[in-house]
């Protein structure tokens, strides 16, 4: 961030067209006045976790759930612990940064508790929740699953399964939570490389917090700096979105891959889904990338969060579907249905549905009361799986391509 943007004023807007500066809370600048410190911040996004950008940053590791903070690891106490009702696991370490030295500290800092928790089984994690909580009998179980939604919850023993497998393989969202951001943050994904063994997301997230009149804070968040995960080396993804490769140091074999290029960029959202499609529908996750990859010769790029979105871009600032896969292994077309009734073409969604229900020899269910969006169903009645849809991969792309033809803006 410039000295300018950082000098600049901020207002508020009343009702009647009034203007109210707001002042920009430095915390801990003046340490004489009681000014809040880093535990303020710890404190702020433990009891609000909402405040976190979690859907532009993992989307999948959503809703959040305060568990706990200073958790006691063998590298210290972490500042932060989250967790899914999936499982997901999402590290915090907050810090007041004065000083490029500072930002160094809190990188390697909690790359260090990540590392020290890999490895770790479930009952460590729930020991190390109730020695923070005071708690000799909570559940970790409990706590995550009550956010959940309906039809979405885990049951305790796959709970259980699924932190096991991220704390096994080191997989983790880690967040960099600061009070101000300047330049140079990203040489700090260079310390990424010294923990190749983990797969860890990791995100630093900005909350710049103002003070109007009165005494109410308004906390604004920002994402400056997040990476994406690859085999080697390490994907940025800087404010403006723009993707930057920071290949690794040459290894023992002297090259990267064997085509010499980096393999491709992934996120924890996408590992995550795969892991729990994995479950439902064993095999399937080749299959399933293969025809993805097809995909996007003809514009269908895959976005994952809780699920995974066929997603196409009409025109440069309108997102559409070719429908969505959840994590139980059914497809989900009526999302296309609607795109295409909002680009005004309601018969290439129709045409699409009514294709993809022949090729599985089953049927278009549509609602009388338009409040739900036609569902496609198999043989067996239930929603149509990707099973059976990727049996006529070829057929479902050229649907789809004939959907992108006609519902395309002229």
């Known amino acids: ?35 809040r410190r880093e535990s303020f911040l710890q404190d702020l996004v433990h009891q609000h976790p909402g405040l976190l950008p979690m859907q532009e940053i993992e989307p999948a590791f959503t809703p959040l759930v305060s568990i706990c903070t200073e958790l006691p690891t063998e590298a210290g106490f972490l500042d932060n612990l989250w967790m899914t009702p999936s499982g997901g696991i999402v590290l915090g370490e907050c810090k007041l940064v004065r000083n ?51 039809g979405d919850s885990l049951s305790e023993p796959d709970f259980s399964d699924a932190v096991e497998r991220r704390l096994r393989d080191g997989r983790f969202v880690v967040l960099m939570i600061l009070d101000g951001v300047q330049e140079g943050l990203e040489a700090l994904t260079s310390y990424l490389q010294l923990h190749a063994g983990l797969h860890v997301s990791l995100a630093v997230v900005e909350l710049s917090i103002w003070q109007g009149q009165g005494q109410d804070l308004i ?19 800087d404010a403006a979105g723009s993707p930057h ?31 729990r499609l994995e479950l439902k529908v064993v095999g399937i996750k080749p299959t399933l990338q293969a025809f993805l990859d097809d995909l996007e010769a003809i514009g269908i790029v895959g976005e994952y969060g809780r699920s995974l979105i066929l997603r196409w871009h009409p025109t440069g600032d309108v997102a559409a579907s070719a429908g969505y896969v959840d994590a139980y ?21 129709n045409d699409y549905l009514e294709t993809l229900a022949q090729i599985v020899g089953g049927t278009v269910q549509h609602y009388e009361s338009g409040t739900s969006s036609p569902r496609v169903k198999g043989r067996n009645g239930q929603t149509v799986n990707i099973t059976e849809l990727l049996k006529h ?17 002229s």
């Open 245 to 275: 490769i920071n290949p690794p140091s040459v290894g023992v074999s002297g090259k990267i891959t064997p085509s010499g290029t980096l393999p491709k960029p992934y996120t924890n959202s996408q590992a995550d889904f795969y892991e």
């Open 1 to 35: 961030m410039s000295n300018s943007s950082r000098n600049c004023q901020v207002l508020t807007v009343t009702p009647n067209n009034g203007i109210l500066p707001l002042n920009r809370v430095e915390l801990g600048r003046h340490e004489a006045s009681g000014d």
């Open 100 to 150: 490029t030295q500072a930002r160094r500290e809190v990188v390697v800092q909690a790359l260090d508790y990540a590392r020290s928790m890999q490895g770790w089984h479930f009952d460590d994690l729930q020991n190390a929740v109730r020695k923070a909580q005071k708690q000799p009998d909570l559940s970790l179980w409990h706590m995550a699953s009550a956010a959940a939604s309906d």
């Open 329 to 349: 292994g059914a497809v989900w077309l009526g999302d296309a249905y609607l795109s295409a009734v909002k680009l005004g073409h309601e018969q290439a969604g």
């Open 393 to 409: 991969a070829s057929v479902w792309k050229a649907a789809i391509q004939r959907l992108l033809t006609a519902a395309k803006p």
């Open 219 to 237: 906390v604004v968040p920002r994402i400056p700096l997040r990476t994406l995960l690859v085999e080697r080396g390490i994907v940025t993804i």
